[in-house]
Protein backbone atom coordinates (compact mmCIF):
# COMPACT_ATOMS: atom_id res chain seq x y z
CA UNK A 1 0.00 0.00 0.00
CA UNK A 2 1.37 3.39 -1.20
CA UNK A 3 0.60 6.82 -2.17
CA UNK A 4 2.39 9.17 -4.38
CA UNK A 5 1.97 12.64 -5.50
CA UNK A 6 3.15 13.80 -9.03
CA UNK A 7 3.66 17.97 -9.00
CA UNK A 8 5.03 18.94 -11.95
CA UNK A 9 5.69 21.70 -14.42
CA UNK A 10 3.49 21.75 -17.24
CA UNK A 11 5.45 19.46 -19.95
CA UNK A 12 7.86 18.02 -18.30
CA UNK A 13 6.85 14.53 -18.59
CA UNK A 14 5.31 13.68 -14.75
CA UNK A 15 2.14 12.19 -16.39
CA UNK A 16 4.21 9.75 -18.57
CA UNK A 17 6.01 9.16 -15.01
CA UNK A 18 2.94 8.26 -13.16
CA UNK A 19 1.20 6.06 -15.94
CA UNK A 20 4.30 3.99 -15.93
CA UNK A 21 4.63 3.83 -12.39
CA UNK A 22 1.19 2.64 -12.81
CA UNK A 23 1.83 0.15 -15.48
CA UNK A 24 5.05 -1.52 -13.34
CA UNK A 25 3.07 -1.24 -9.51
CA UNK A 26 -0.27 -2.02 -10.63
CA UNK A 27 -1.53 1.06 -8.99
CA UNK A 28 -4.65 3.64 -9.62
CA UNK A 29 -4.31 6.69 -11.17
CA UNK A 30 -6.69 9.36 -9.33
CA UNK A 31 -8.36 10.95 -11.93
CA UNK A 32 -11.44 12.35 -13.27
CA UNK A 33 -13.12 8.93 -12.74
CA UNK A 34 -12.92 8.99 -8.78
CA UNK A 35 -13.69 12.56 -8.81
CA UNK A 36 -17.01 11.80 -10.32
CA UNK A 37 -17.59 8.72 -8.24
CA UNK A 38 -17.20 10.63 -5.38
CA UNK A 39 -19.36 12.94 -6.52
CA UNK A 40 -21.96 10.46 -7.32
CA UNK A 41 -22.35 9.34 -3.76
CA UNK A 42 -22.47 12.64 -2.74
CA UNK A 43 -25.39 13.27 -4.45
CA UNK A 44 -24.03 16.09 -7.13
CA UNK A 45 -25.10 15.16 -10.90
CA UNK A 46 -22.01 14.74 -13.09
CA UNK A 47 -23.73 17.59 -14.98
CA UNK A 48 -22.50 20.45 -12.24
CA UNK A 49 -19.15 18.80 -11.51
CA UNK A 50 -16.72 20.85 -13.70
CA UNK A 51 -13.08 19.42 -12.96
CA UNK A 52 -11.21 22.52 -11.29
CA UNK A 53 -8.46 21.02 -11.07
CA UNK A 54 -4.61 23.03 -11.12
CA UNK A 55 -4.72 23.39 -15.00
CA UNK A 56 -8.39 24.96 -15.56
CA UNK A 57 -7.89 27.34 -12.82
CA UNK A 58 -6.78 30.05 -15.39
CA UNK A 59 -10.72 30.06 -16.66
CA UNK A 60 -12.13 31.42 -13.08
CA UNK A 61 -12.99 34.92 -13.58
CA UNK A 62 -10.07 37.24 -11.51
CA UNK A 63 -13.38 38.73 -9.64
CA UNK A 64 -14.86 35.67 -8.95
CA UNK A 65 -12.01 34.30 -7.17
CA UNK A 66 -11.61 37.42 -4.95
CA UNK A 67 -14.73 37.27 -3.64
CA UNK A 68 -14.66 33.27 -2.70
CA UNK A 69 -14.01 33.42 0.82
CA UNK A 70 -11.28 31.05 2.23
CA UNK A 71 -11.46 28.23 4.31
CA UNK A 72 -9.00 26.07 5.52
CA UNK A 73 -8.89 22.70 4.23
CA UNK A 74 -10.69 19.97 6.06
CA UNK A 75 -7.47 17.96 8.29
CA UNK A 76 -7.56 14.76 7.51
CA UNK A 77 -9.33 13.63 10.80
CA UNK A 78 -11.79 16.05 10.97
CA UNK A 79 -14.86 14.12 10.56
CA UNK A 80 -17.64 16.73 11.82
CA UNK A 81 -16.59 19.08 9.29
CA UNK A 82 -16.43 16.72 6.68
CA UNK A 83 -20.16 15.66 7.57
CA UNK A 84 -21.48 19.16 7.74
CA UNK A 85 -19.57 19.44 4.37
CA UNK A 86 -21.31 16.82 2.79
CA UNK A 87 -24.87 17.82 4.54
CA UNK A 88 -24.70 20.76 3.07
CA UNK A 89 -23.93 19.90 -0.60
CA UNK A 90 -27.66 19.30 -2.27
CA UNK A 91 -28.55 17.68 -5.76
CA UNK A 92 -29.46 21.28 -6.69
CA UNK A 93 -26.30 22.82 -5.75
CA UNK A 94 -24.94 25.02 -8.50
CA UNK A 95 -21.90 25.08 -10.06
CA UNK A 96 -19.47 24.29 -7.53
CA UNK A 97 -17.18 26.88 -6.35
CA UNK A 98 -13.31 26.16 -6.38
CA UNK A 99 -13.42 25.82 -2.60
CA UNK A 100 -16.28 23.55 -3.24
CA UNK A 101 -14.14 21.63 -5.81
CA UNK A 102 -11.11 21.53 -3.59
CA UNK A 103 -13.03 19.53 -0.52
CA UNK A 104 -14.58 17.17 -3.06
CA UNK A 105 -11.08 16.71 -4.23
CA UNK A 106 -9.57 16.11 -0.93
CA UNK A 107 -12.65 13.81 -0.23
CA UNK A 108 -11.89 11.15 -3.06
CA UNK A 109 -8.59 11.45 -2.25
CA UNK A 110 -9.66 10.15 1.20
CA UNK A 111 -11.71 7.53 -0.19
CA UNK A 112 -9.05 6.14 -2.30
CA UNK A 113 -6.79 6.35 0.62
CA UNK A 114 -8.66 3.10 2.18
CA UNK A 115 -8.45 1.06 -0.35
CA UNK A 116 -6.08 1.70 -3.11
CA UNK A 117 -2.11 2.45 -3.83
CA UNK A 118 -2.74 4.72 -6.32
CA UNK A 119 -0.67 8.00 -7.58
CA UNK A 120 -2.34 11.36 -7.76
CA UNK A 121 -1.08 14.24 -10.34
CA UNK A 122 -1.40 18.01 -9.57
CA UNK A 123 -4.55 18.89 -7.42
CA UNK A 124 -2.67 20.08 -4.60
CA UNK A 125 -1.85 16.74 -3.17
CA UNK A 126 1.66 17.45 -1.96
CA UNK A 127 0.09 20.01 0.26
CA UNK A 128 -3.30 17.95 1.09
CA UNK A 129 -1.58 14.62 2.07
CA UNK A 130 1.83 16.82 3.20
CA UNK A 131 3.34 14.87 6.39
CA UNK A 132 0.70 11.63 6.30
CA UNK A 133 3.22 8.24 6.61
CA UNK A 134 3.55 6.57 3.30
CA UNK A 135 2.69 8.95 1.06
CA UNK A 136 5.75 10.01 -1.29
CA UNK A 137 5.87 13.42 -2.60
CA UNK A 138 7.29 13.77 -6.07
CA UNK A 139 8.31 16.63 -8.22
CA UNK A 140 9.26 16.71 -11.83
CA UNK A 141 10.56 19.65 -13.96
CA UNK A 142 12.35 20.24 -16.79
CA UNK A 143 13.94 23.11 -18.76
CA UNK A 144 11.50 25.38 -20.06
CA UNK A 145 12.93 24.87 -24.27
CA UNK A 146 12.77 20.97 -23.35
CA UNK A 147 9.08 21.12 -22.16
CA UNK A 148 8.04 23.67 -24.97
CA UNK A 149 9.61 20.75 -26.80
CA UNK A 150 7.52 18.38 -25.30
CA UNK A 151 4.17 19.77 -25.53
CA UNK A 152 4.91 21.00 -29.20
CA UNK A 153 5.11 17.17 -29.60
CA UNK A 154 1.74 16.25 -28.27
CA UNK A 155 -0.13 19.18 -29.10
CA UNK A 156 1.36 19.81 -32.79
CA UNK A 157 1.33 24.16 -31.27
CA UNK A 158 3.54 26.54 -33.07
CA UNK A 159 6.35 27.42 -31.04
CA UNK A 160 5.14 30.76 -29.71
CA UNK A 161 1.71 28.94 -28.58
CA UNK A 162 3.38 25.93 -26.93
CA UNK A 163 5.60 28.51 -24.82
CA UNK A 164 2.53 30.29 -24.01
CA UNK A 165 0.91 27.63 -22.69
CA UNK A 166 3.83 25.96 -20.44
CA UNK A 167 4.27 29.69 -19.31
CA UNK A 168 0.31 30.09 -18.55
CA UNK A 169 -0.43 26.78 -17.45
CA UNK A 170 2.61 27.02 -14.92
CA UNK A 171 1.52 30.57 -13.99
CA UNK A 172 -1.94 28.51 -12.85
CA UNK A 173 -0.66 25.96 -10.81
CA UNK A 174 1.91 28.13 -8.88
CA UNK A 175 -1.59 30.42 -7.91
CA UNK A 176 -3.72 27.47 -6.91
CA UNK A 177 -1.50 26.28 -4.82
CA UNK A 178 -0.54 29.23 -3.20
CA UNK A 179 -3.71 30.63 -2.27
CA UNK A 180 -5.58 27.32 -1.51
CA UNK A 181 -2.88 26.12 0.82
CA UNK A 182 -0.49 28.77 0.84
CA UNK A 183 2.81 27.08 -0.49
CA UNK A 184 5.20 27.84 -2.83
CA UNK A 185 5.24 24.85 -5.18
CA UNK A 186 8.53 25.19 -6.54
CA UNK A 187 10.12 24.49 -3.05
CA UNK A 188 12.12 21.31 -3.15
CA UNK A 189 11.40 21.10 0.53
CA UNK A 190 7.56 20.05 -0.08
CA UNK A 191 8.99 16.84 -1.59
CA UNK A 192 11.26 13.55 -1.29
CA UNK A 193 12.77 14.16 -4.25
CA UNK A 194 12.58 16.73 -7.54
CA UNK A 195 13.47 15.25 -10.93
CA UNK A 196 14.24 16.75 -13.53
CA UNK A 197 13.52 14.95 -16.94
CA UNK A 198 15.87 17.25 -19.09
CA UNK A 199 18.87 15.04 -18.61
CA UNK A 200 16.86 11.96 -17.03
CA UNK A 201 14.57 9.69 -19.56
CA UNK A 202 11.21 9.26 -18.40
CA UNK A 203 11.74 5.17 -17.35
CA UNK A 204 14.79 6.33 -15.33
CA UNK A 205 12.45 8.98 -13.51
CA UNK A 206 9.88 6.40 -12.75
CA UNK A 207 12.33 3.73 -11.54
CA UNK A 208 13.74 6.28 -9.10
CA UNK A 209 10.87 7.20 -8.08
CA UNK A 210 9.91 3.18 -6.94
CA UNK A 211 13.61 3.16 -6.06
CA UNK A 212 12.40 5.72 -3.06
CA UNK A 213 8.79 4.03 -2.59
CA UNK A 214 10.88 1.29 -1.11
CA UNK A 215 11.40 2.62 2.24
CA UNK A 216 8.55 4.40 3.09
CA UNK A 217 6.09 2.91 6.30
CA UNK A 218 3.14 1.80 5.41
CA UNK A 219 0.40 4.48 6.18
CA UNK A 220 -1.98 4.69 9.19
CA UNK A 221 -5.50 3.45 7.98
CA UNK A 222 -7.77 6.21 7.15
CA UNK A 223 -10.04 7.95 9.98
CA UNK B 1 29.78 5.23 -16.58
CA UNK B 2 29.37 8.61 -15.23
CA UNK B 3 30.73 11.60 -13.05
CA UNK B 4 28.27 12.84 -10.91
CA UNK B 5 28.71 16.12 -8.82
CA UNK B 6 27.00 16.45 -5.50
CA UNK B 7 25.79 20.05 -3.76
CA UNK B 8 24.92 19.76 -0.42
CA UNK B 9 23.43 21.49 2.38
CA UNK B 10 25.91 21.64 5.55
CA UNK B 11 24.53 18.60 7.55
CA UNK B 12 22.38 16.95 4.70
CA UNK B 13 24.49 13.77 4.52
CA UNK B 14 26.00 14.95 1.51
CA UNK B 15 29.40 13.82 2.57
CA UNK B 16 28.56 10.38 3.33
CA UNK B 17 26.24 9.78 0.25
CA UNK B 18 29.01 11.26 -1.94
CA UNK B 19 31.97 8.48 -0.34
CA UNK B 20 28.87 5.77 -0.44
CA UNK B 21 28.17 6.29 -3.77
CA UNK B 22 31.60 6.40 -5.16
CA UNK B 23 32.34 2.95 -3.28
CA UNK B 24 28.92 1.09 -4.38
CA UNK B 25 29.71 2.50 -8.10
CA UNK B 26 33.60 2.18 -8.21
CA UNK B 27 33.90 5.62 -8.78
CA UNK B 28 36.64 8.02 -7.33
CA UNK B 29 35.93 10.33 -4.68
CA UNK B 30 37.02 13.74 -5.23
CA UNK B 31 38.02 14.72 -2.24
CA UNK B 32 40.72 16.70 -0.65
CA UNK B 33 43.95 14.01 -1.33
CA UNK B 34 42.54 13.21 -4.44
CA UNK B 35 42.14 16.93 -5.85
CA UNK B 36 45.90 17.07 -4.85
CA UNK B 37 46.47 13.88 -6.43
CA UNK B 38 44.72 15.31 -9.66
CA UNK B 39 46.85 18.45 -9.67
CA UNK B 40 50.24 16.84 -8.87
CA UNK B 41 49.56 14.87 -12.30
CA UNK B 42 48.58 18.03 -13.92
CA UNK B 43 52.12 19.13 -13.13
CA UNK B 44 51.03 21.91 -10.76
CA UNK B 45 53.32 21.43 -7.97
CA UNK B 46 51.80 19.80 -5.12
CA UNK B 47 52.72 22.62 -3.18
CA UNK B 48 51.46 25.14 -4.74
CA UNK B 49 47.68 23.71 -5.19
CA UNK B 50 45.44 25.18 -2.57
CA UNK B 51 41.73 23.49 -2.90
CA UNK B 52 40.20 26.33 -2.54
CA UNK B 53 36.45 25.01 -1.77
CA UNK B 54 33.48 26.82 -0.20
CA UNK B 55 34.56 25.02 3.08
CA UNK B 56 37.57 27.22 2.83
CA UNK B 57 35.62 30.64 1.80
CA UNK B 58 34.02 30.85 5.34
CA UNK B 59 37.74 31.46 6.80
CA UNK B 60 37.67 35.11 4.70
CA UNK B 61 37.27 37.84 5.93
CA UNK B 62 33.66 39.87 5.56
CA UNK B 63 35.75 42.91 4.65
CA UNK B 64 37.62 41.59 2.17
CA UNK B 65 34.53 40.25 0.33
CA UNK B 66 32.64 43.71 0.73
CA UNK B 67 35.35 45.88 -1.29
CA UNK B 68 35.13 43.18 -3.72
CA UNK B 69 39.42 42.70 -3.81
CA UNK B 70 41.12 39.60 -4.75
CA UNK B 71 42.02 37.60 -1.56
CA UNK B 72 45.37 36.16 -0.95
CA UNK B 73 44.53 32.81 -0.22
CA UNK B 74 47.86 31.56 0.39
CA UNK B 75 51.56 31.76 0.67
CA UNK B 76 53.40 29.44 -1.22
CA UNK B 77 56.72 29.22 -0.06
CA UNK B 78 59.52 27.20 -2.50
CA UNK B 79 63.34 27.31 -3.49
CA UNK B 80 63.98 28.51 -6.75
CA UNK B 81 67.62 27.77 -8.36
CA UNK B 82 68.62 31.23 -9.75
CA UNK B 83 70.65 31.97 -12.75
CA UNK B 84 73.82 31.77 -11.57
CA UNK B 85 72.78 28.62 -9.14
CA UNK B 86 72.30 29.95 -5.90
CA UNK B 87 69.47 28.77 -3.75
CA UNK B 88 66.71 31.40 -3.28
CA UNK B 89 63.48 31.34 -1.01
CA UNK B 90 60.74 33.20 -2.48
CA UNK B 91 57.38 33.46 -0.87
CA UNK B 92 54.35 33.75 -3.91
CA UNK B 93 51.04 34.40 -3.28
CA UNK B 94 48.32 33.20 -4.68
CA UNK B 95 44.99 35.01 -4.99
CA UNK B 96 41.30 34.05 -5.29
CA UNK B 97 40.92 34.20 -8.90
CA UNK B 98 44.50 31.85 -9.55
CA UNK B 99 43.00 29.53 -6.44
CA UNK B 100 39.36 29.46 -8.58
CA UNK B 101 41.25 28.91 -11.78
CA UNK B 102 42.96 25.81 -10.35
CA UNK B 103 40.16 23.94 -9.02
CA UNK B 104 37.96 24.62 -12.25
CA UNK B 105 41.31 23.17 -14.01
CA UNK B 106 41.41 20.25 -11.40
CA UNK B 107 37.74 19.52 -11.92
CA UNK B 108 37.94 19.83 -15.74
CA UNK B 109 40.84 17.05 -15.59
CA UNK B 110 38.66 14.96 -12.99
CA UNK B 111 35.47 14.82 -15.34
CA UNK B 112 37.99 13.62 -18.51
CA UNK B 113 39.17 11.29 -16.03
CA UNK B 114 35.39 9.86 -15.15
CA UNK B 115 34.13 7.58 -13.21
CA UNK B 116 34.44 9.99 -10.45
CA UNK B 117 32.04 12.31 -7.79
CA UNK B 118 32.67 15.48 -6.85
CA UNK B 119 31.47 17.12 -4.08
CA UNK B 120 31.06 20.42 -3.50
CA UNK B 121 33.49 23.23 -5.22
CA UNK B 122 31.24 24.62 -7.71
CA UNK B 123 30.84 21.26 -9.32
CA UNK B 124 27.24 22.00 -10.82
CA UNK B 125 28.29 25.28 -12.45
CA UNK B 126 31.58 23.74 -14.19
CA UNK B 127 30.19 20.71 -15.68
CA UNK B 128 26.62 22.17 -15.93
CA UNK B 129 25.99 21.43 -19.50
CA UNK B 130 27.85 18.05 -19.85
CA UNK B 131 25.53 15.48 -21.25
CA UNK B 132 27.35 12.49 -19.26
CA UNK B 133 27.14 14.05 -15.62
CA UNK B 134 24.35 14.14 -13.00
CA UNK B 135 23.84 16.79 -10.77
CA UNK B 136 22.34 16.02 -7.45
CA UNK B 137 21.58 17.78 -4.84
CA UNK B 138 20.99 17.09 -1.25
CA UNK B 139 18.70 18.86 1.22
CA UNK B 140 16.99 18.75 5.01
CA UNK B 141 15.27 20.93 6.70
CA UNK B 142 17.53 22.97 9.32
CA UNK B 143 16.12 21.35 11.90
CA UNK B 144 16.71 17.65 10.50
CA UNK B 145 20.31 18.36 9.86
CA UNK B 146 21.03 20.17 12.94
CA UNK B 147 20.04 16.88 14.68
CA UNK B 148 22.24 15.43 12.44
CA UNK B 149 25.10 17.18 12.86
CA UNK B 150 25.02 17.13 16.80
CA UNK B 151 24.80 13.34 16.92
CA UNK B 152 27.51 12.91 14.59
CA UNK B 153 29.90 15.73 15.87
CA UNK B 154 28.53 15.31 19.85
CA UNK B 155 27.88 19.09 19.94
CA UNK B 156 25.15 21.07 21.39
CA UNK B 157 21.97 22.14 19.68
CA UNK B 158 22.63 25.57 19.47
CA UNK B 159 26.18 25.29 17.91
CA UNK B 160 25.09 23.11 15.65
CA UNK B 161 22.66 25.71 14.60
CA UNK B 162 25.63 28.22 13.90
CA UNK B 163 27.41 26.01 12.18
CA UNK B 164 25.26 25.00 9.57
CA UNK B 165 23.81 28.56 9.26
CA UNK B 166 27.30 29.72 8.72
CA UNK B 167 28.34 27.15 6.41
CA UNK B 168 25.37 27.41 4.14
CA UNK B 169 25.82 31.42 3.78
CA UNK B 170 29.79 31.10 3.30
CA UNK B 171 28.44 28.33 0.49
CA UNK B 172 25.91 30.44 -1.19
CA UNK B 173 28.67 33.34 -1.64
CA UNK B 174 31.07 31.37 -2.86
CA UNK B 175 28.88 29.86 -5.51
CA UNK B 176 27.26 33.56 -6.21
CA UNK B 177 30.83 35.37 -6.17
CA UNK B 178 32.36 32.98 -8.62
CA UNK B 179 29.82 31.40 -10.99
CA UNK B 180 27.03 33.30 -10.52
CA UNK B 181 24.36 30.87 -9.74
CA UNK B 182 22.02 30.93 -6.61
CA UNK B 183 22.78 27.03 -5.24
CA UNK B 184 18.97 26.99 -4.07
CA UNK B 185 17.64 27.02 -7.69
CA UNK B 186 16.04 23.70 -8.23
CA UNK B 187 16.99 23.97 -12.16
CA UNK B 188 20.64 22.99 -11.54
CA UNK B 189 20.37 19.79 -10.53
CA UNK B 190 19.10 16.53 -12.10
CA UNK B 191 18.39 14.89 -8.67
CA UNK B 192 17.53 16.97 -5.69
CA UNK B 193 16.92 14.32 -2.52
CA UNK B 194 15.17 15.61 0.94
CA UNK B 195 17.40 13.77 3.43
CA UNK B 196 14.87 14.84 6.06
CA UNK B 197 12.31 12.63 4.56
CA UNK B 198 14.45 9.99 3.06
CA UNK B 199 17.37 7.98 4.16
CA UNK B 200 20.35 7.70 3.04
CA UNK B 201 20.46 4.19 2.00
CA UNK B 202 17.60 5.14 -0.37
CA UNK B 203 20.02 8.09 -1.34
CA UNK B 204 22.51 6.13 -2.68
CA UNK B 205 20.24 3.42 -4.28
CA UNK B 206 18.14 6.51 -5.88
CA UNK B 207 21.30 7.88 -6.94
CA UNK B 208 22.67 4.62 -8.30
CA UNK B 209 19.27 4.45 -10.56
CA UNK B 210 19.99 7.58 -11.52
CA UNK B 211 23.02 7.24 -12.80
CA UNK B 212 22.35 4.50 -15.09
CA UNK B 213 20.40 6.61 -17.77
CA UNK B 214 23.15 8.62 -19.10
CA UNK B 215 24.86 8.90 -21.81
CA UNK B 216 28.28 6.23 -22.33
CA UNK B 217 30.95 8.45 -23.31
CA UNK B 218 33.09 7.49 -26.32
CA UNK B 219 36.31 5.90 -25.46
CA UNK B 220 38.77 8.00 -27.17
CA UNK B 221 41.62 6.23 -27.82
Not at chain 1, 155 to 183: C, F, G, P, W
Not at chain 2, 103 to 132: F, H, M, S
Request: with cysteine; proline share 3%.
Amino acid sequence: MGIITISRQFGSGGDEIARQICRQLGYGLFDKRLLVRTAKELGISTGELIDYSVDDYRTRHLLERLIVGWRSPFALSDADALADFVNDLRPDTARLDQEQYTTLIQLAIQTAMEQDNFIIVGRGGQAFLKDIPGVLHVRVVAQFPDRVRRVQQRTRLEEAAAQDMVTTRDKASAEYLRRIYNIDWADPHHYHLVLNTSLLSINTAAQVVITALHQLPTPNPGP
Amino acid sequence: MAVITISRQYGSGGDELAARVSERLGYRYLNKALMAEVAAEMNLSRGKFVDFSEDTYQMHGFLERLFGASQTISHIEAINLDQPGALMEVVERLDETECITLVQRVIQTAYEWDNVVILGRGGQAILQDKPDVLHVRVQAPLDARVQRLSQRTHSNLGGAQDKAIKSDRASAAYLKRFYGIDWDDPMLYDLIINTGKLSLDTAVDMVTRAVQSLPVREKVR
